[in-house]
């Protein structure tokens, strides 16, 4: 089973404005950190902003803020004030963690085309 | 602090052919991960090391394999190339820790062509 869902191949957005990516995931893990990340067409992935299971507040980084609902599994990406150089994969990834010590392998998402235009 | 550094950046391969990967982590991580990234798989865990020793493994055949050296520097290999390892192949360094918060540095990744 998907343990992380992006349900939107695509988007568009106009620049300057907000855009919203969506992002599901499915875990019974209590502790748990979901990521997201910019990969540009030069193929390196760039990693934005994280959110801890446990963290009361969402996280914030600048310009992109992360809608955490843990009662619905969601964490969605939000991108305020989007700019040309927005234009990229967003992908947005989970890792389970409450084996102390261990490490456990992250789970990515099929990823979100997302174009800024002028 | 230099990022995470992947050797060669573009490589054009025959079938039944071997290939080695090379991955530099930044100073001072000491987990270094490979994924590969297809347009229909989308990007799939290989494996992990840390301290030179396989942490994790993904659901890949023996022909690919990796290591690490005591500077956390990695390789990874794969034998007897197939057209479908046609990929990106992306390192990712991270410090290592457990737990669930483990940032990882993703390096501008190799790209394979098997022909």
């Known amino acids: 089973a998907q343990k992380i869902t992006q349900t939107q191949p695509g988007m568009f957005v106009q620049e300057k404005e907000a855009v919203t990516l969506d992002c599901t995931y499915d875990?019974?893990?209590?502790?748990?950190?979901l990521f997201w990340y910019k990969q540009p067409s030069s193929g390196e992935m760039i990693f934005l902003i994280y959110?801890?299971?446990?963290?009361?507040q969402n996280a914030t980084e600048g310009r992109y803020s992360l809608n955490f609902q843990k009662a619905r599994k969601s964490a969605n990406l939000v991108i305020s004030a989007s700019q040309l150089g927005d234009s990229a994969m967003y992908f947005c990834?989970?890792?389970?963690?409450?084996?102390?010590?261990?490490?456990?392998?992250?789970?990515f998402g099929r990823g979100t085309s997302l174009i800024v235009h002028p | 602090k230099a990022g995470v550094t992947q050797t060669p950046r573009y490589l054009i391969k025959t079938r039944g052919q071997q290939v080695t990967l090379s991955c530099s982590p930044i100073?001072?991580?000491?987990?270094v991960s490979w994924y590969q990234q297809t347009p229909g798989q989308g990007l799939q865990f290989l494996f992990e090391?840390?301290?030179?020793?396989?942490?994790n493994k993904g659901n890949f055949p023996g022909r690919f394999s990796g290591r690490q050296f005591s500077n956390s520097r990695s390789e990874m290999n794969v034998s007897t190339l197939e057209l479908g390892d046609s990929a990106l192949y992306l390192c990712?360094?991270?410090?290592?820790?457990?737990?669930?918060?483990?940032?990882?540095?993703f390096g501008p990744g190799t790209r394979l062509t098997v022909t």
């Open positions: 990712a360094s991270s410090l290592g820790g457990g737990g669930s918060r483990i940032e990882q540095y």
């Open positions: 875990t019974s893990d209590p502790s748990y950190g």
């Open positions: 959110q801890g299971s446990y963290d009361q």
């Open positions: 990834a989970m890792r389970e963690g409450s084996r102390v010590g261990g490490s456990y392998i992250p789970t």
């Open positions: 100073s001072g991580h000491r987990s």
């Open positions: 090391y840390f301290s030179e020793t396989q942490r």
